[in-house]
């Protein structure tokens, strides 16, 4: 796909630039009030289409090869004795529509696809479990005990490791993916939430809501070498992406409505993007040249430029976006 | 120190100390979990609980929360090489023997938390201090007990008659309503986990998550959480760790929780419940200071340091 040049099309503030050419590719959106997935052409900035999905979507990841994108449904409402019908739904990007959908285990909210797209990696949220779910046959291969609430995952480029933080234990669990075993946890600050790879594997960063930081963990000796707090702790960071040449690390900071961008050495503060309300998912072009944040109280995805730190579009989704997968060109 | 001291509670109304059952012992030293790494020096806490559920809904609500923070305790220890052992004693003598246990192992902390009047916290507080264990009150409100009577072993989870007289003001002047109720918790809470801890609570339990209930399972994770963090090698170590600014732990409200060194009363928002509107406001209010330090903003409600009556007894030697 050829790169268009940037045309703002719907833009909700003031702040809107068009200095940069988009990158090609798709933006995915989880709308987890509206029950959608809203498609965002890169190129134009401009909403294609809106996939409906029949419950609370929040994870959400592209497979490599940008055929598939997955998003993690959850049921809205416990109710006791109930049966869940919680599951992950596979879109065909070409079609645009959901085309099947995996048993998850229980209440699903994040996820990780390995490298080959053959194995999703879900968090279960009640079970204080992750699961190793076989994208082929739909099977659960394996459940390991992390901790209490676990939320972001995150498989190493080598495809080593599958790391899990949990909210209410405030660990990250270290499953050794050839041993298909949980070998290490590691203590982190207060509710930790997302969690990213360097494009090395060598470090991982953990974001912490409650604690108000970020953890740097260098992945072979597995102790955590940095702990920054942003906003004088008080930021709320949710969703972390490291930039491809992995040298600056971007985190989403719910409270203070802005995207640290963080030395990925140091974890020293290097720059800040002010965007929307509450933004949560984070991710980026595959060519690093387009940061995605989904802004869960303004009902937006701002798309940012990484190099002048200036947002170039403010894009109109659905209600409460939660997660953006991008999807390269093919 | 023989346990009959430790529980010498003559000058009280002894129908009111009656301890009514002691529910639960949380011990984390078992090490069945797969993976064993960065296990405390300290790993072993014993929570040892107060009251009999079926005697008063307040007393009912605290034994599910504090059921569910010795499950929910017992997952994360052991993923850091901890676990956890109950216990129950039906009488003082049995509290007053499991005390003293706890006591001559070198590789444990004692939590207790029970009562329901300031009579009764305050005694189960100095009998606590007495076995060098932690009292950690839930459910008595008097000033008093962060005044007066506090004690360097007592740290309170329940807000303060003050810090709630401040959240009614507060609400009162953003927009006077009729009747209002002040509470730790909301079952409709959503934010920051809230509909998480809600709904495990309601899954667990059938029943709605109280300003009670989530203080027995905040004093059970707040807890085991700064034994896993700490790791203290003694009471005092522990008391010394929950007054100091590194400890701060996440009760699902939003902010990182704290406790007042001056009168160790837990920071925390609270909820004000308008029965009219059925309308529930979080307090402090925080207009436009969204990220304004968190340990300021909650010092808004209750007893500053230079208000406080609060001076600590010397407690196992500590000052």
Redesign the interface.
């Given at each position: 796909m050829r790169i268009q040049r940037g045309v703002s099309i719907v833009a909700t503030i003031a702040m809107v630039r068009q200095a940069t050419p988009p990158s090609g590719g798709l933006v995915f959106v989880s709308n987890e009030a509206a029950h959608s997935i809203s498609v965002i052409n890169a190129g134009t900035g401009r909403v294609e289409t809106t996939i409906p999905v029949r419950s609370r979507p929040r994870g959400i990841q592209a497979t490599r090869d940008g055929r598939f994108v997955f998003a993690a449904l959850s049921e809205d409402?416990?109710i006791?004795g109930a049966k869940r019908r919680d599951g992950i739904a596979v879109i065909d990007v070409s079609a645009r529509r959901v085309v099947r959908e995996l048993h998850s285990g229980t209440d699903p909210e994040q996820f990780a696809i390995s490298g080959d797209g053959k194995t999703i990696y879900a968090s279960n949220?009640?079970a204080?479990t992750v699961s190793a779910i076989d994208v082929h046959s739909g099977a659960v291969s394996a459940t390991s005990?992390?901790?209490?609430?676990p939320e972001g995952v995150a498989v190493s480029p080598d495809g080593r490791w599958v790391y899990v933080t949990a909210?209410?234990?405030?660990?990250v669990?270290v499953l050794d993916v050839a041993k298909r075993?949980?070998?290490?946890?590691?203590?982190v600050d207060?509710?930790p939430r997302g969690v990213a790879f360097s494009p090395d594997s060598r470090r991982a960063y953990v974001t912490a809501?409650?604690?108000?930081s970020v953890s740097m963990i260098d992945t072979k000796t597995r102790e955590i070498l940095v702990t920054q707090a942003l906003?004088?702790?008080?930021?709320k960071p949710v969703g972390v992406v490291v930039s491809p040449d992995g040298r600056r690390v971007y985190v989403a900071c719910g409270?203070?409505n802005a995207i640290a961008v963080l030395d990925a050495e140091t974890l020293k503060p290097v720059g800040r993007v002010a965007v929307g309300r509450r933004p949560w998912g984070v991710t980026l072009s595959s060519d690093g040249t387009l940061l995605y944040v989904a802004n869960g109280l303004s009902n937006t995805v701002s798309i940012v430029d990484p190099k002048t730190l200036a947002v170039t579009t403010n894009v109109t989704v659905g209600l409460k976006p939660w997660g953006v997968a991008f999807v390269r060109p093919r | 120190m023989s346990a009959a001291a430790g529980i010498d509670v003559a000058q009280i109304d002894r129908r009111e100390f009656v301890l009514r059952s002691v529910q639960a012992a949380v011990w984390f030293g078992a090490t069945k979990a797969g993976v064993v790494r960065r296990a405390p020096a300290t790993s072993r806490l014993a929570v040892i609980v107060a009251g009999s559920a079926s005697e008063s809904p307040r007393l009912a609500a605290r034994s599910m929360g504090v059921a569910m923070g010795i499950e929910e305790a017992d997952h994360s220890a052991r993923l850091f090489g901890g676990g956890v052992r109950i216990e129950r004693a039906v009488s003082r003598e049995d509290l007053g023997r499991l005390l003293a246990q706890a006591q001559r192992s070198t590789n444990e902390l004692v939590g207790v938390i029970g009562g329901e009047s300031t009579t009764e916290c305050s005694a189960l507080a100095e009998t606590s201090g007495n076995f060098e264990a932690i009292y950690v009150n839930t459910l008595c409100s008097a000033d008093e007990l962060r005044g007066r009577s506090c004690r360097s072993a007592m740290f309170h989870v329940a807000p303060s008659d003050a810090m709630i007289a401040d959240a009614r003001a507060q609400a009162s002047r953003d927009a006077p309503a009729g009747e209002m109720d002040v509470q730790a918790w909301d079952a409709s809470l959503q934010a920051f986990g809230a509909d998480t801890l809600n709904q495990r609570f309601r899954a667990r339990f059938d029943t709605a998550m109280t300003s009670d209930a989530w203080a027995g399972w905040f004093a059970v994770k707040t807890l085991s959480e700064a034994i896993l963090r700490a790791k203290p090698k003694s009471a005092s170590a522990l008391i010394e760790y929950l007054e100091s600014d590194r400890a701060t732990a996440d009760g699902h409200k939003g902010r990182p929780l704290s406790f007042r060194a001056w009168d160790h009363q837990l920071r925390q928002p609270l909820y004000v419940v308008s029965s009219a509107e059925k309308r529930v406001v979080e307090v402090p209010l925080t207009k436009g200071g969204a990220t304004q330090e968190s340990r300021a903003i909650l010092d808004e409600l209750g007893a500053g340091a230079e208000r406080s009556a609060c001076h600590f007894t010397p407690v196992n030697g500590r000052q």
């Open positions: 409402t416990l006791r949220e009640d204080g005990v992390v901790g209490i609430e909210e209410t234990s405030n660990s669990s075993t949980v070998v290490d946890n590691l203590l207060a509710r809501e409650i604690g108000g906003d004088g702790g008080e930021s409270r203070s | -």
